[in-house]
């Protein structure tokens, strides 16, 4: 036992006397001595390079995600004061050293652009609004075209006003189109004129993205339906005593203001009358020209009638107007007629005759009457509606009193100079 204890205690001895190996320390370097970092221009993000003019905002350079640098000064030609005009500029930046990073100077930041700012273009009207002139409800409207070079929306937007200008105005509801239906239903004179917007999309660059312009003004006149003018008769046919088969001719003139077109009709009647009668076939111009191969009275009248253009505003487009009736009297070369046309009552008319001794002449009154009374020298002759007059050589006063079916008489005298 004592043997096995002796034996342990010289273990322990042995294994007590041999000192464990250990590792050698590293040596730590001072704080001045740390190897910095030196940054290059992919370790930061650049921003705001691309500018507008009036708009100008800070250039921004910041280290990426999970890097820290010290103060970052931004330069343009060795100024930290950055352009603002338009251009294009070389940019540069420094750091300043910071724990972990080395200071350096003139790393690139790019090439800074500084734009014009984008305005909307005026737009430019290719065709105008124009003066008008309608009928009361006929249908109307006005129209504008446009055009602009910037890629705009137009709009459009329809104003009424007071007077002929495009300042001052009142918006019409609703008419926001290139094309204007306007009211007709109330005549008078209405002034218009419609602002075309051009709107471009906004960048957010402080530009002007609308620019507006304002067209002509613009007449229209509602007038009412347009009527035919009623033809103005400036020369009326005339009374006319004709010889049995000589020509005669019946013409009447008239004018119009309207540029309508003037036609005619030749009427014949059984009285000194412009109403009622017949149409002659084929007399359809302003002269006429009437047979004369039937002894006897005979009546006539002229239609003048104007017709417009029908702009189908439901205005009369024909209107007319009768001259005056005329009487023509046809005799035989061996009658003689006295004209008591166109006389008023108990009007007296006085012509003369010359006849030759032995030779029979009939003498009889224009018109058509109910009762005739011949005197010849003052003696009762007859009372039918002519006298035949045969007489020596001399002079005699015949005279003729008549009367029509409303009482009015009339009288004419005729002094009768008998030759050989």
């Known amino acids: 036992m004592r043997k096995l204890v002796f034996l342990m205690i010289i273990a322990l001895v042995v294994t007590g006397c041999k000192e464990p190996e250990s590792k050698p320390e590293k040596e730590s370097k001072p704080e001045s001595e740390v190897d910095n970092l030196n940054p290059v221009a992919s370790d930061f993000i650049i921003g705001n390079l691309t500018q507008t003019v009036g708009n100008i905002t800070p250039v921004t350079v910041k280290p990426k995600v999970g890097k820290s640098t010290g103060t970052i000064t931004i330069f343009y030609n060795g100024s930290t004061i950055l352009p603002t005009e338009v251009g294009t500029y070389t940019v540069n930046f420094n750091v300043a050293a910071v724990s972990g990073w080395n200071a350096v100077n003139g790393l690139s930041a790019g090439i800074l652009t500084v734009n014009e700012q984008v305005n909307a273009k005026t737009p430019f009207i290719a065709s105008q609004p124009t003066d008008a002139t309608v009928t009361v409800n006929a249908p109307h409207s006005l129209s504008v075209e446009a055009i602009v070079t910037d890629g705009g929306s137009l709009s459009y937007r329809w104003y009424s006003n007071t007077s002929a200008s495009n300042s001052g105005d009142t918006a019409i509801t609703g008419a926001t189109s290139d094309i204007y239906k306007t009211p007709t239903s109330t005549v008078g004179i209405f002034y ?11 960048n957010g660059d402080g530009g002007n993205k609308t620019a507006s312009i304002r067209s002509n003004a613009v007449i229209l006149t509602v007038n009412t339906k347009v009527n035919a003018q009623t033809p103005t008769i400036t020369s009326q046919p005339t009374n006319a005593m004709v010889t049995l088969n000589a020509s005669h001719s019946l013409s009447v003139a008239a004018s119009v203001d309207d540029d309508g077109t003037l036609s005619y009709k030749w009427y014949s009647n059984t009285r000194m009358s412009n109403s009622g009668g017949s149409v ?5 111009s302003a002269t006429y020209n009437p047979p004369t191969s039937t002894a006897g009275t005979f009546y006539y009248f002229a239609e003048v009638i104007n017709t417009i253009s029908d702009n189908g505003d439901g205005g009369v487009k024909t209107t007319s107007i009768r001259s005056n009736p005329v009487e023509i009297s046809i005799a035989s070369p061996s009658g003689i007629i006295i004209d008591l046309a166109g006389m008023n009552e108990w009007q007296l008319i006085e012509q003369s005759a010359q ?11 224009t018109g058509t009457y109910s009762v005739y009374r011949w005197y010849l020298d003052g003696v009762s002759v007859g009372t039918s509606s002519s006298y035949s007059f045969n007489k020596p050589a001399g002079v005699y006063q015949l005279v003729v009193v008549v009367t029509n079916s409303s009482g009015e008489s009339r009288s004419g005298r005729c002094r009768i100079t008998v030759g050989n």
């Open 355 to 365: 006849v030759t001794t032995g030779v029979n002449k009939t003498f009889t009154v």
């Open 192 to 202: 218009y004129f419609v602002e075309v917007t051009n709107t471009i999309s906004n």
């Open 280 to 284: 002659i076939t084929g007399a359809a």
